[in-house]
């Protein structure tokens, strides 16, 4: 369930870069805290996202 949030929140993302922009700390605070039950796969594409 985790990793359909964090994929869906990385999709809005491609659609809207400015959100990334205004929003980046709070992503990655949010992205981090999930990290524990997220699969490799998302982490890995999250921290691509976030410039990680």
């Known amino acids: 369930m985790v990793d359909l ?3 869906n929140e990385l999709d809005v ?3 809207m870069p400015s959100l990334l ?3 980046q700390a709070y992503f990655r ?5 999930w990290a524990p039950v997220t699969s490799s796969a998302v982490r890995s594409e999250a921290g691509r ?3 990680r």
């Open 5 to 7: 949030s964090i994929v």
């Open 29 to 33: 605070e949010l992205f981090a805290v």
């Open 13 to 15: 993302i491609a659609q």
């Open 21 to 23: 922009d205004m929003h």
């Open 49 to 51: 996202v976030l410039g």
